[in-house]
C-alpha cells in the first residue's frame, strides 16, 4: 500500500453512533451549569500574540531547509536553544545519531525548555523543527528538494516559543516542558526502492521515549502542534489523540470553541496518523493530544501544501497562529 497517502485512516461510523443516546435535558443543564462555573474562574492567560509567532518561524524558515546534517539544521537549532535560554527555560540539549530509513546517520537534537521543574504537576508541549529533505508530494521533478516547511515545522514551533515567552513574563501554576523533537520528516519516501523499513518517521521523538531528558519524566498529559499555520486550517479530532488521551482532545476543543475558534477546532472525527504523539504516549505512557490540520478535500489527508515547495512562509496566517496559540495558552493558564 502507499503509505504517504494512507496515513489517515478515515474515521469510522462508531463515533457518530455514541452521540445518539445521549443529552437528556437533565443532563444538558448540569453541563450548561458546569460550563457558567468554569467560565467564571477561568483564568484569563497572557494575551498570546501572533505577529511575534510569525516572527519566529520567518526566523526559521530564514536558515534555510531544517534537514539534519545540514548548516541549516545545526544554526537553526542554536538559534531555537538560545531562544528558550532567553526566555528563561532551563534547557537540556539531548544530541544522539539516528539511523534513517536508508541507513543514513543523522546528528539529530533534541530541544527541551523546563519551567518550574521542582513542580510535580507538569504539562508538556512539543512540535517537530526539522523540515523534510524531500517535496515529495510536489511534481516529480522536486522529489528530491528539501522544503521550507514553514507550516510542517516551523509553524508549531513558532508558537511554542511566543509560548515561552509569556511563561517568562507570568508563570501558570504548573510546571511546562516545551520540547522541540527533531528528525520527524525523514520518513521513508514513497520513492525509494529498497526495502520497506517500520517506524521511519518521529526518529526524535522515539529517542526521547527511551530516554527522556530527566529519568522517569511523567506529565499529566501533553499538547503536540503539527502545520498550525495554514489559512482557514481545520482541526479535527485525531484518531489517536481520541483513543488515547480523549479527556484532554475534549478540553482543548471545547476551550478553543469558547474563545471563538470553532471554526478551526471542528468537533468531528478526523482521521488517524502517526506522529511525535504516538510515542509518547508509548514509551512514556503520557496521553497526548496531537493538534494537526486534517484536510479530506485532497488525497493525503493533508493540507495542499503537505511536502511540497509550496509549505513556504507566503501560506503561513496569523490568523490560525492565533487560534491555536490562544487556545493552548488558555489551557495552560487554566491547569492546577
Ligand atoms: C506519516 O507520514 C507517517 N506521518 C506524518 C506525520 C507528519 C509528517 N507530520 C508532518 N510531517
Ligand atoms: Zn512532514
Same mark, same amino acid.
Given at each position: 500500500?502507499?503509505?504517504?497517502?494512507?496515513?489517515?485512516?478515515?474515521?469510522?461510523?462508531?463515533?457518530?453512533?455514541?452521540? =445518539?443516546?445521549?443529552?437528556?435535558?437533565?443532563k444538558k !443543564?448540569?453541563? @450548561?451549569?458546569?460550563?457558567?462555573q468554569?467560565?467564571?474562574?477561568?483564568?484569563?492567560?497572557?494575551?498570546?500574540?501572533?505577529?511575534s509567532?510569525y516572527?519566529y =518561524?520567518e526566523?526559521?524558515v530564514t536558515?534555510? #531547509?531544517?534537514? #539534519?546534517?545540514?548548516?541549516?539544521?545545526r544554526?537553526?537549532?542554536?538559534?531555537?536553544?538560545?531562544?528558550?535560554?532567553?526566555?528563561?527555560a532551563?534547557v537540556?540539549n539531548?544530541?544522539?545519531?539516528?539511523?534513517?530509513y536508508?541507513?543514513?546517520?543523522?546528528?539529530?537534537r533534541n530541544?527541551?525548555?523546563v *519551567?518550574n521543574?521542582?513542580q510535580?504537576?507538569r504539562?508538556?508541549?512539543?512540535?517537530?523543527?526539522?523540515?523534510?529533505?524531500y517535496a515529495?508530494?510536489?511534481?516529480?521533478k /522536486?522529489? /528530491?528538494s528539501?522544503?521550507?516547511?514553514?507550516?510542517d515545522?516551523?509553524?508549531?514551533?513558532?508558537v511554542?516559543?511566543?509560548?515561552?515567552?509569556?511563561?517568562?513574563?507570568?508563570?501558570?501554576?504548573i510546571?511546562?516542558?516545551?520540547?522541540?523533537?527533531?528528525? !520527524?520528516?525523514?520518513?521513508?519516501?514513497?520513492?525509494?526502492?529498497?526495502?520497506?523499513?517500520?517506524d521511519?518517521?518521529?526518529?526524535?521523538?522515539?529517542?526521547?521515549? @527511551?530516554?527522556? /531528558?530527566?529519568?522517569d519524566y511523567?506529565? @499529566?498529559?501533553?499538547?503536540?502542534?503539527?502545520?498550525?499555520g495554514?489559512?482557514?486550517?481545520?482541526?479535527?479530532? !485525531?484518531g *489517536?489523540?481520541r483513543?488515547?488521551?480523549?479527556?484532554?482532545v475534549?478540553?482543548?476543543?471545547?476551550?478553543?470553541? @469558547?474563545?471563538?475558534?470553532?471554526?478551526?477546532f471542528?468537533?468531528?472525527?478526523?482521521?488517524?496518523?502517526?506522529d511525535?504523539?504516538?510515542?509518547?504516549?508509548?514509551?512514556?505512557?503520557? #496521553?497526548?493530544?496531537?493538534?494537526?490540520?486534517?484536510?479530506?478535500?485532497?488525497?493525503?489527508?493533508?493540507?495542499?501544501t503537505?511536502?511540497?515547495l509550496d509549505?513556504?512562509?507566503?501560506?503561513?496566517?496569523?490568523a490560525?497562529?492565533?487560534?491555536?496559540?490562544?487556545?493552548?495558552?488558555?489551557?495552560?493558564?487554566?491547569?492546577?
Open positions: 500500500m502507499n503509505r504517504l497517502k494512507n496515513i489517515w485512516i478515515t474515521a469510522t461510523l462508531l463515533g457518530g453512533m455514541a452521540f =445518539i443516546s445521549c443529552g437528556s435535558s437533565a !443543564e448540569n453541563a @450548561r451549569t458546569e460550563d457558567t468554569e467560565k467564571e474562574t477561568m483564568v484569563v492567560p497572557p494575551a498570546f500574540s501572533a505577529d509567532a516572527r =518561524i526566523e526559521q536558515f534555510g #531547509p531544517r534537514v #539534519p546534517n545540514t548548516s541549516a539544521h544554526a537553526c537549532g542554536d538559534y531555537l536553544a538560545a531562544q528558550l535560554e532567553r526566555f528563561g532551563k537540556y539531548q544530541h544522539a545519531d539516528l539511523m534513517a536508508d541507513g543514513t546517520i543523522l546528528k539529530a530541544i527541551i525548555g *519551567y521543574a521542582e510535580k504537576k504539562v508538556m508541549l512539543c512540535a517537530h523543527w526539522d523540515s523534510r529533505p515529495d508530494q510536489d511534481e516529480e /522536486h522529489h /528530491h528539501a522544503i521550507d516547511g514553514a507550516n515545522g516551523a509553524s508549531g514551533v513558532g511554542l516559543l511566543e509560548i515561552a515567552r509569556l511563561i517568562q513574563q507570568k508563570a501558570p501554576a510546571g511546562i516542558d516545551i520540547i522541540f523533537f527533531d528528525a !520527524e520528516d525523514y520518513g521513508i519516501p514513497d520513492f525509494y526502492k529498497g526495502v520497506y523499513k517500520p521511519t518517521w518521529c526518529l526524535g521523538s522515539q529517542y526521547w521515549g @527511551r530516554i527522556p /531528558h530527566v529519568s511523567k506529565a @499529566r498529559f501533553g499538547i503536540l502542534l503539527d502545520m498550525v495554514a489559512k482557514n486550517a481545520t482541526f479535527y479530532y !485525531e *489517536y489523540s483513543r488515547t488521551a480523549n479527556r484532554f475534549k478540553k482543548i476543543w471545547k476551550m478553543a470553541e @469558547r474563545l471563538g475558534y470553532g471554526n478551526y471542528i468537533r468531528e472525527d478526523g482521521g488517524e496518523v502517526t511525535d504523539h504516538v510515542y509518547v504516549n508509548q514509551y512514556r505512557q503520557i #496521553p497526548c493530544v496531537d493538534i494537526i490540520h486534517y484536510d479530506n478535500q485532497g488525497t493525503t489527508g493533508f493540507n495542499p503537505w511536502h511540497t509549505d513556504n512562509l507566503q501560506h503561513i496566517d496569523k490560525t497562529l492565533q487560534a491555536v496559540g490562544h487556545t493552548v495558552t488558555a489551557v495552560i493558564y487554566n491547569e492546577k
